[in-house]
């Protein structure tokens, strides 16, 4: 037998195929839910994003007889799972530089803002999930607390921390789906983010506070969006999308080995019962700071004359991360299973109604404290984010900033460092809380106490102004 006939022998076996069809069917509903969104007028009008269709297109062809089969859960889950990863690689990697319309604490308290979001959508969740579990169905008590991951982050941690919490729930004797339970309410969210979005602003278009722009203008991309100076060929040895695809992936490796590293140590009770479960979950918060730590590397060698040229094109690390977030929307929304899902079907639309309207109530009521000269830009950029992803917040932006005129565009993009950080706690408290109901009590207290706190800060100027009034 030659090494022609043993190849295709093995190419013939279906196992050869199995992942390639999995990323084509995902590649074939994105195309199908991009040419829906364009041709359909009220999709196109609702700002919902062309992935998300994609993503339900494939929920309806999996209610098909006999095509369920052709679309495999554990590989969307996969999929969901590392293009989340990668693609917050890919955005800690861009040379992201504090334009002058944006200062550096307007950045910190964007970053507040996200975080106690975040929280407010916790302590909502716990609330309606604490309830069920004591007085109505019996809901996995901790059960809430994938309202902010699913709102506030999006399938990938809606994904992980579902899991998580399954694994929690099943210790207890509960039977709780939280993977198809998370990823529902984040494609709740992009509704959410999108639909209420879009009729806020046409309310406000109404009443005459806000006026229709054009976006064809702020749609063309300028020379230097594509290439900025002293980079490298677009195509010289390697190619220049290899080499943003390769740095990407070298840091996502770097990820793998750090946090399989730190799973064979001994981080005692704690760290054994909570960080250890959910490091693995963590790929986005380690995938940025190692992407930030790279990038800084570069720098270094640069300034050491090792390096003479610049790797990082910001231009292609977007459509990187852009394609990547896309993918997981429509494998996340596509991995969903209604199977076990009928029992929690009320307290997840209560759950997802009063987080929607929480959020949107929030952000308004801080968006027009903290952004006085752009409060609706600042609004509808943190309210599609805090729903859907940062992609949503950039699409309603663009409807009423289309050449970001405003601070609204960088606020969004930089206050995603301080808003890990900040958030960084209540990620904690994600993965303690499920462990028993005292516990999930004692996160509910400590998000209250938290939000409070970030509240505060960010109303600072208005409080003590208030107190020095009332003194004089």
Request: proline share 4%; net charge positive; charged share 15%.
């Amino acid at each position: 037998m030659t090494l022609l006939d043993a190849s295709v022998m093995t190419f013939d076996q279906p196992i050869a195929w199995n992942w390639l069809v999995q990323f084509c069917i995902l590649a074939t509903a994105l195309l199908f839910g991009n040419v829906l969104r364009t041709k359909i007028p009220f999709l196109r009008k609702s700002l919902i994003p062309s992935a998300l269709i994609g993503g339900l297109l494939l929920l309806i062809f999996k209610a098909i007889p006999g095509c369920k089969e052709l679309i495999n859960k554990p590989v969307m889950e996969i999929v969901t799972y590392h293009a989340l990863g990668l693609g917050f690689v890919a955005l800690a990697l861009k040379n992201n530089k504090i334009e002058s319309k944006s200062t550096p604490m307007k950045v910190i308290e964007t970053g507040a803002l996200t975080a106690s979001t975040y929280v407010i959508q916790g302590i909502v969740g716990l609330i309606v999930s604490i309830l069920f579990f004591y007085f109505g169905r019996k809901l996995f008590y901790a059960a809430g607390l994938l309202l902010p991951m699913g709102y506030g982050q999006g399938p990938g941690q809606a994904l992980n921390f579902g899991k998580i919490f399954t694994t929690w729930a099943t210790k207890q004797g509960i039977d709780f789906p939280g993977a198809d339970f998370g990823l529902s309410i984040a494609a709740t969210g992009f509704i959410v983010g999108s639909v209420v979005g879009v009729i806020y602003m046409n309310i406000l278009r109404r009443k005459g506070v806000l006026s229709r722009k054009k976006l064809a203008e702020a749609q063309v991309n300028k020379l230097e969006d594509y290439e900025g100076k002293g980079e490298i060929p677009d195509a010289e040895s390697i190619d220049k999308l290899s080499v943003q695809i390769c740095m990407v992936l070298f840091v996502y490796f770097l990820v793998f080995l750090f946090t399989k590293w730190i799973q064979g140590m001994d981080l005692g009770n704690f760290g054994t019962n909570t960080l250890k479960p959910m490091l693995w979950g963590f790929n986005f918060l380690t995938g940025t700071l190692f992407g930030i730590f790279f990038k800084w590397l570069l720098g270094r060698f640069k300034k050491a004359k090792l390096m003479s040229r610049e790797y990082i094109n910001n231009y292609m690390l977007n459509r990187i991360s852009g394609f990547c977030f896309d993918v997981m929307i429509v494998a996340g929304t596509a991995a969903i299973s209604f199977e076990n899902f009928g029992k929690f079907v009320l307290p997840f639309i209560i759950i997802c109604t009063l987080g929607a309207a929480a959020t949107f109530i929030y952000v308004l009521i801080i968006s027009k404290h903290l952004y006085p000269n752009y409060k609706y830009e600042g609004f509808f950029s943190m309210f599609g984010m805090l729903t859907g992803t940062a992609s949503n917040g950039m699409i309603l932006l663009r409807e009423i900033d289309p050449k970001f005129e405003t601070p609204a565009a960088n606020n969004l993009v930089l206050q995603t460092l301080s808003a890990i950080v900040l958030g960084f706690p209540v990620l904690l408290l994600v993965g303690y809380a499920p462990q028993s109901p005292k516990a999930t009590f004692i996160t509910l207290g400590i998000l209250v106490v938290f939000w409070a706190a970030l509240t505060v800060f960010m109303l600072r100027t208005k409080i003590f102004k208030r107190k020095k009034k009332a003194e004089e």
